[in-house]
């Protein structure tokens, strides 16, 4: 995890570590800032037009600010910024404030954390305040697990992943079954694989299988408050936002972003590269990659046209 770093650099030195091509003066950046609220010394950045026409406002009353600009702006600036020309200024940005004005908070675990027998934790590995870590459970290097975070069972966490306050990993699922009167609960005695650079939400919960696997593969991003169901596989780079439910053994592809509060029906298959709309409900698989999907129950999404059956 990472906190604010004071810093102080100017904004050739920015250009020079995004190699990318400055306009103006080299100016002092201080701080990075969104555009609604940019100040004397600070960095922000432009991407829409609408944005390009507030930024000349700011200028006009604000000196000394550095602007990440969209390429195609380049024969429209008007202020007496500082600009630096990219093809993805959000991402430039980030990249300068992650490098410059960040850095790792110090790794620790806290006394009042329970560290299971069993449990084999990396270099680096930090546990916050109440959390409980008991099984066979091996936690890779420099990997930090926030506070009031349950982690129970059989489960592997890769390395530099983040797990933050809340969250639940090995939880039983709920799953009865029911004989006339009687009703028994399955017993949960499966695994939990979670790759590298993982990110896992604010009171998220994986659920712990029946007797199989569930997977999340390395470089997902699970926002808070999202439910990832037993024996479900999370393909690489994929993106849940929050309010997602997966059911029961979902297939999820790689590089696949799942919009707020959608929810995807037991066993379904999603192919690579698919994009599900918010509050959408997928009942059906979808087996070509690269679609975006929407509505309720969902539908292939086409921008020029109203969504169409699949």
């Keep these: 995890m990472l906190k604010f770093r004071s810093n102080s650099l100017t904004s050739d030195e920015i250009a020079e570590y995004l190699q990318l091509e400055v306009v103006g003066n080299s100016v002092i950046v201080t701080r990075p800032m969104s555009l609604e609220s940019v100040l004397q010394d600070s ?34 600036m008007t202020g007496q910024g500082t600009f630096i020309f990219s093809p993805n200024p959000r991402f430039d940005f980030y990249r300068v404030l992650t490098e410059f004005f960040t850095e790792e908070m110090p790794h620790f675990v806290s006394p009042s954390a329970y560290v299971g027998p069993q449990v084999k934790l990396g270099h680096n590995v930090s546990i916050g305040l109440n959390s409980v870590i008991d099984g066979q459970i091996h936690v890779g290097y420099n990997t930090f697990i926030g506070n009031n975070v349950s982690i129970k069972g059989i489960v592997s966490i890769g390395s530099n992943c983040v797990i933050n306050d809340g969250a639940i990993i090995g939880g039983e699922g709920f799953e009865f079954i029911k004989d006339g009167s009687r009703c028994i609960h399955v017993p949960k005695l499966g695994r939990i694989q979670i790759g590298d650079r993982v990110w896992i939400g604010n009171s998220s919960t994986v659920e712990r299988p029946t007797l199989d696997e569930t997977i999340i593969e390395s470089d997902v991003k699970i926002d808070d408050l999202v439910h990832v169901g037993e024996s479900s596989t999370i393909g690489a ?16 592809g790689k590089n696949c972003f799942l919009g707020v509060n959608c929810s995807v029906k037991q066993r379904i298959q999603i192919a690579d590269d698919t994009t599900i709309g918010m509050g959408a409900v997928v009942i059906r698989d979808v087996v070509q990659p690269g679609h975006t999907f929407a509505g309720v129950p969902s539908r292939i999404f086409q921008r020029s046209a109203e969504p169409v059956s699949k």
């Design 237 to 252: 780079a994929s993106q849940l936002t929050a309010g997602t439910v997966l059911a029961k053994a979902v297939k999820l």
């Design 43 to 76: 960095l922000c950045y432009v991407e829409t037009l609408p944005e390009l026409e507030l930024l000349d406002t700011r200028l006009s009353k604000t000196s000394n600010v550095t602007a990440i600009c969209q390429l195609e702006f380049k024969n429209k």
